[in-house]
C-alpha cells in the first residue's frame, strides 16, 4: 500500500509531517522518507529502511537535521521515496502511491528517447523516479501528471514538493485512494487520512475529485485540473486497510464496519445457521468492528477468547518474511481460557486471503478447549489479485484459498465459473465453503454477500471498485 501526507505553512512544518506521517504506518512496512523546503538550505530529504523497525524511531530527532515551511512525508511499502528530482520543471520532491503493472514497457520506452534511470539492485526502475520522467515530458508539471496517469496501467496518486515550497497533489485519475485536504490559520495539509487533521490542529476543508489536481501555498488552493466523473474507490478501505477513526467519501471507517457486521449477522438469522453460539469475536484487529456489529444486531455475547500481544509487535510492524510473519502472528496470540474452554465460538475476519494464519488460529482454539469455531469473512472470497494497489504480496491467484479450494474441486474449468463459487447459495459455492472448512479446521464459514457489503459502505456501487471480488473493473 503506501500514505502520505504534506504540509505547507507559515511556519516550520517538519514537526506536523514527522507526526502525520507516523499516522499513517499502519499502510507500508518497507521504507519511510522525508523531505522538506527552507529559503536557505533549499530542498533536504532523509529516506530509511523501516522493515525492522517503525517509522517513528527512524525519524526520532528530525527536527534537528530538517527545517521547512513545506515538508511532505510518506510510507511506503515499495521503493525508496521522496525522491529529489532536477529537471525542465525546476527541483522538486516527489513520493507516489499505486500499483504501476506497465512499469517495464514505460521504462523501456523512456530509454529509447534517450533517456535514463538511476538502476536499483538487480536493474530494477524506482518508480517514483519513473513517474517523474513522464512527468517531466511536458510543459507544466499539471499537464506532465496527466499524461503520466493516462500511461499508466494501473493507478498513481502523486504529491509533489516544489522548490519554493510549493505542493502539488493529484489523485489518482479514477479516485482508487483518497487524498483529503486540511487547513489552519497557518497554511495547508494534505493526507490519506482524515483522523491526523484535527490531532495537528486542522480543520478537514476538501476532498479531491477521481484525477483532480490542485495546488497548494500557505495562503490557499488553486485547482490545476478539474475531477473526472468516473470514480472507483477501493471498497477495501472500509473492510480492511482504513483506519477506523478515518472517514472517507463521506464514510467513516468504524460506523461501516459496524453496519457491514450487523448485515452478516441478519444474513445467518435469516438463514438459521451458527445460532447456537456463546460469543462473538474479531480477528483482531480489523475483524473487530465486523464482529462487534454481527454480536449487536444477532443478540450475541461479544468477547475476546484471545489477546493480542503487542508492546514488541504493533500491527503496524511485520517481518516481510512469511514464515517469520507466520511465528510472529502466533507468538503474540494469548488465550483466556475461561472463555474458550468447552465454548462454541464464531469470528469474524475482515478477510480470508490465504488461510495460512487462521489454520494456526483455529488450532491454537482448539488446542486451548474450543467446543466449536465458526468463521465470517467481512467480504466475498477474494478471487483476483488488485491490478491498483499495492495491498497484497501475492504472487498467484492460485495463493488465495478460495481460487485454490475452486481448481481442487474442478480443476481449470473452475475459473469458468467464479461468480458460482463467490455465492454461497449456489452448489458450487457450497462446496467451496465446505472444502475450506475441511482444510481450515472450521465448524462453518460464511462470506459476506457483495450486495451485503456495498450495502453497508452506502455509496453508489459504480463509485467502488469490487475488482478483487469480481475480476471486473
Not at 522493515?51 to 528530525?62: L, V, W, Y
Request: aromatic share 10%; proline share 4%; glycine share 10%.
Amino acid at each position: 500500500m503506501g500514505g502520505f501526507f504534506g504540509v505547507t505553512s507559515k511556519h516550520d512544518a517538519v514537526i506536523d509531517v514527522f507526526f502525520g506521517t507516523d499516522y499513517h504506518s499502519h499502510l507500508g512496512t518497507a521504507r519511510g522518507g522525508m523531505a522538506a523546503w527552507d529559503p536557505e538550505i533549499g530542498l533536504q530529504r532523509e529516506i530509511h529502511n523501516i522493515s525492522n523497525s517503525p517509522f517513528r524511531t527512524k525519524f526520532e530527532g528530525i527536527t534537528d537535521e530538517m527545517r521547512g515551511g513545506a515538508c511532505i512525508g510518506c510510507i511506503s511499502d515499495t521503493d525508496p521515496q521522496p525522491l529529489l528530482i532536477r529537471s525542465s520543471q525546476g527541483t522538486y520532491a516527489i513520493c507516489i502511491t499505486g500499483k504501476i503493472n506497465n512499469a517495464d514497457e514505460l521504462a523501456a520506452k523512456h530509454l529509447a528517447s534517450g533517456g535514463h534511470f538511476n538502476a536499483m539492485t538487480g536493474g530494477k526502475v524506482n518508480t517514483t523516479e519513473l513517474a517523474a520522467a513522464m512527468i517531466d515530458k511536458k510543459d507544466t508539471i499539471a499537464e506532465g501528471i496527466r499524461y503520466a496517469q493516462e500511461q499508466v496501467d494501473g493507478s498513481l496518486t502523486v504529491l509533489i514538493l516544489r522548490d519554493g515550497g510549493e505542493l502539488i497533489v493529484a489523485r489518482d485519475r479514477l479516485g482508487r485512494l483518497p487524498v483529503l485536504l486540511g487547513n489552519n490559520d497557518d497554511g495547508w495539509c494534505v493526507s490519506f487520512e482524515s483522523f491526523v487533521f484535527p490531532k495537528l490542529g486542522y480543520t478537514m476543508a476538501y476532498e479531491l475529485g477521481p484525477g483532480e489536481i490542485v495546488s497548494l501555498k500557505p495562503d490557499g488552493m488553486k485547482q490545476l485540473a478539474e475531477p473526472g466523473k468516473k470514480k472507483r474507490i477501493c471498497a477495501f478501505l472500509w473492510t480492511y486497510f482504513g483506519y477506523p477513526n478515518s472517514t472517507y467519501e463521506g464514510v467513516n471507517v468504524e460506523v461501516m464496519r459496524y453496519r457491514n457486521g450487523a448485515s452478516m449477522a441478519k444474513a445467518d438469522m435469516e438463514a438459521g445457521i451458527a445460532q447456537d453460539i456463546d460469543f462473538v469475536s474479531g480477528v483482531p484487529d480489523s475483524g473487530t468492528p465486523h464482529a462487534i456489529g454481527y454480536a449487536n444486531a444477532g443478540g450475541k455475547h461479544f468477547a475476546r477468547p484471545f489477546i493480542k500481544y503487542t508492546p514488541t509487535w504493533p500491527r503496524s510492524f511485520m517481518p516481510t518474511n512469511q514464515a517469520e510473519r507466520n511465528k510472529v502472528a502466533k507468538m503474540k496470540q494469548i488465550p483466556v481460557h475461561e472463555l474458550i474452554e468447552g465454548r462454541k465460538l464464531l469470528f469474524v475476519d475482515d478477510s480470508i486471503v490465504r488461510g495460512t494464519q487462521l489454520r494456526e488460529t483455529v488450532d491454537f482454539l482448539y488446542e486451548n478447549g474450543a467446543k466449536e469455531v465458526h468463521m465470517r469473512s467481512a467480504c466475498p472470497p477474494i478471487m483476483y489479485a488488485c491490478k491498483f494497489l499495492n495491498f497484497s504480496t501475492s504472487k498467484s491467484e492460485m495463493e488465495f484459498i478460495a481460487r485454490q479450494t475452486a481448481e481442487d474441486l474442478e480443476g481449470e474449468a473452475s475459473r469458468e465459473h467464479l461468480d458460482e463459487y463467490s455465492d454461497g447459495t449456489t452448489e458450487r459455492g457450497k462446496a467451496m465453503r465446505c472444502a475450506i472448512c475441511k482444510k481450515l479446521g472450521f465448524s462453518s464459514l460464511e462470506y459476506h454477500s457483495l450486495e451485503g457489503l456495498l450495502n453497508a459502505i452506502g455509496l453508489d456501487k459504480d463509485s467502488v471498485c469490487t475488482y478483487c471480488w469480481t475480476g471486473k473493473d
